[in-house]
């Protein structure tokens, strides 16, 4: 099967551009692998700014907030900045590579009109509820996730009329959200598996909400105009619980959706305990499917003759099983590297989340450490927008790592332990946050922090750890961008075609089809 390439706004690349790409990334992201694998809870205690060079530090130390985001962060063309200094080229040069080699993250041309310009607009009237989705498609919901079951349930209606299947199968459904609109939305017929039972009950009981609503609507608009209102209402999706164990095969995942367990309502309102169809076509799609979850779909897509489409938008990187890294704890046991480290296909194992692809598999420098990758879920936007701002949340990371100088000299084998968040931590004084996150910690809490000269010049450097912070995100768009293209490689290993689908709020997700 042909592959045509993937499209990215005006640009095209081949697979074999797709693998040059990726070995590139794989280059780049060695050569700043301390930045990216750096914990910004230990820019004090490893001294991670005398780290970088002295000319990158003597150009970041005094920038301010809206001078970081738009001279480091913004991706815009810099024609019209002004630099307060003379940057080394080193520095302008790891700015420009970053940029470069990473997929945009907003959509260009005709794809921004069609998909990310309305986003804003659809918050105009009010912030908290998108215009372009009625009201019992917004309730529960927060913005953010309304902007993506509408922009995800258009790709997914998309991908079923250019497979002309109507069965879609939503893995990671949760409570529901992007289930019910693609069912009682866009007329679905739609099956969303959930590996926690409380979720699906929920999801259940916001289904039946939404179709009382809809029969008291549908009454009032036909006792308007006299007559009985008008036929039968479509069926409420179907609900399994179930969890999707990234080693099962898809026969067995097939078996999960037959299973009559399920929660679901025929048209009547009666409830139904039917499944789905062995030989029924469907389309996959998950909203932020965790870690695993997501390249278990493209697995079972590429492999299991009823999956006819897919749309995958991932999230949680860092939960990606690796060679380097152990499987969850419900896996059993972690995977086991194969001999001349190959790719092996399904039931060979290993089974990994990242890499998929023989070829990413096979270049050097690859490997991505569990830091990188959750650094490639913070959508570096977002941090722009707090630089602008000048939030005082962005005291935050300097006050975490302040309290891990004041654990260590506490306990000195004791690293990067987890502290409960503290909410809007940033409001407190120092003293009363690192006296909370001791407690939390057992360790004593009686030092003299509210006049303690070495604190109080920790705290003093906020700028610095704002602006190393900085530089990591300008890495995570790279780290993100080498994941999703070891999964079209994949994909095309397979002998399967895939298109990269930009939009605002989605991120980066991947649509493929059978024969696209």
């Given amino acids: 099967m042909a592959n045509p390439g993937i499209v990215l706004g005006s640009l095209r690349l081949s697979v074999e551009q797709q693998k040059q790409l990726a070995a590139k990334l794989c280059c780049f992201l060695s050569l700043y692998k301390p930045i990216i694998d750096s914990h910004i809870i230990e820019f004090f205690s490893d001294s991670l700014w005398e780290t970088l060079p002295p000319g990158w530090q003597e150009a970041l130390c005094e920038l301010s ?19 307060p200094s003379v940057w080394p080229l080193s520095l302008l040069s790891f700015k420009a590579s970053a940029r470069a080699l990473a997929f ?22 009010n912030s908290r509820r998108s215009s372009a989705l009625k009201h019992a ?16 349930g258009a ?20 409570q529901g959200h992007l289930t019910r609109f693609l069912s009682l939305g866009l007329g679905l017929s739609v099956t969303g598996v959930e590996a926690n039972p409380a979720l699906v009950s929920m999801a259940a009981k916001f289904d039946r909400e939404l179709r009382s609503v809809d029969l008291k609507e549908r009454a009032r608009a036909a006792a308007k105009v006299g007559v009985a209102p008008d036929g039968p209402c479509d069926p409420l999706p179907r609900h399994v619980a179930g969890w999707v164990n990234p080693r099962a095969s898809w026969e067995e995942f097939v078996t999960l959706l037959q299973q009559p367990m399920g929660i679901s309502d025929s048209r009547d309102g009666r409830p139904e305990s039917r499944g789905t169809k062995s030989q029924e076509g469907f389309v996959l799609t998950g909203l932020h499917a965790c870690g695993d979850l997501s390249a278990t779909l493209l697995r079972h897509f590429a492999h299991c003759p009823q999956a006819v489409g897919i749309t995958s938008v991932a999230c949680c990187y ?3 099983t690796t060679l380097s890294s152990p499987a969850p704890p419900a896996l059993q046991a972690p995977p086991t590297p194969r001999p001349g480290g190959r790719a092996c296909t399904e039931g060979e194992g290993p089974v990994l989340g990242y890499p998929m692809s023989s070829w990413v598999l096979g270049l050097p420098g690859h490997e991505l450490s569990g830091k990188a990758r959750e650094a490639a879920c913070h959508a570096l936007e977002g941090y722009a927008e707090r630089l602008r701002g000048q939030s005082g949340a962005l005291r935050s990371h300097c006050y975490r790592a302040a309290l891990e100088t004041l654990v260590r000299r506490a306990q000195p084998s004791l690293k990067r332990a987890g502290i409960q968040t503290v909410k809007k931590c940033h409001q407190l004084p120092f003293a009363e946050y690192a006296r909370m996150g001791l407690q939390c910690l057992g360790l004593p809490t009686d030092w003299p922090l509210d006049w303690d000269p070495v604190l109080e010049g920790l705290l003093a450097q906020q700028g610095r750890v704002v602006a190393y912070f900085c530089l990591v995100l300008l890495l995570a768009p790279a ?3 080498l994941v999703l293209l070891d999964r079209m490689l994949y994909l095309s290993q397979e002998g399967l075609d895939c298109e990269l689908v ?13 024969g696209l």
């Fill in 502 to 514: 930009l939009s605002l709020s989605l991120s980066l997700s991947l649509s493929c089809r059978i």
């Fill in 318 to 320: 860092m939960n990606l």
């Fill in 479 to 481: 780290v993100e961008s």
């Fill in 65 to 83: 907030g809206p001078q970081l985001a738009d001279l480091l962060l913004d991706s815009a063309p810099g024609g019209g900045r002004s630099y």
């Fill in 137 to 152: 498609f917004r309730k529960h919901v927060k913005p953010k996730k309304q902007h993506e079951v509408r922009q995800l």
């Fill in 104 to 125: 945009p993250r907003t959509p260009r041309g005709r794809a921004a009109q069609e998909m990310g310009s309305g986003e804003q607009a659809e918050f105009w009237e």
């Fill in 155 to 174: 790709l997914v209606k998309r991908m079923c009329d250019l497979t002309s299947c109507r069965n879609v199968v939503d893995v990671g459904s949760g």
